[in-house]
């Protein structure tokens, strides 16, 4: 997997580091999951390099915008030890940032505009929050 593959095992090992330690978030992990470790280092990764790679700006009937960014990562919810987690390799675990396509709510054709940061964490009412 190259660079990224290399990405993808430095977070992977401090991941591993965090679930190792006596902290909240072992512990939030240990509530959902008998042995959150063992599961976590049997899980495969793969490189999706055909994700969307761009952010788009879409406005409601409200006239309100909401911003879509890439997606960044898929898995089963509930899947057993050794399944795979795909990341997006034009996505926010790879990207800084992502050119911002405008989608206007009379359905008018598109536009494009100034690149626009990703971000890896939780959206909250539409508005990203930084990582």
């Known amino acids: 997997m190259g660079e990224k593959g290399l990405m993808i095992l430095r977070a992977r090992e401090d991941v591993i580091e965090i679930l190792e330690g006596q902290n909240r978030c072992a512990a939030w992990f240990g509530q959902g999951e008998a042995d959150p470790l063992s599961k976590f280092r049997s899980l495969h990764y793969a490189i999706d390099e055909t994700g969307r ?27 057993s ?9 034009r996505g926010a675990f790879f990207q800084l940032r992502s050119d911002l396509r405008i989608v206007a709510a009379d359905g008018g054709p598109g536009q494009l505009s100034t690149s626009q940061l990703l971000h890896i964490d939780s959206t909250l009412e539409g508005r990203s929050t930084h990582r």
């Open 81 to 89: 030890a050794g399944s795979t987690i795909t990341i997006n390799g």
């Open 53 to 79: 790679e761009y952010t788009l700006k879409i406005q409601g009937a409200d006239k309100g915008w909401r911003y879509q960014q890439p997606y960044v990562a898929s898995s089963i919810e509930g899947a």
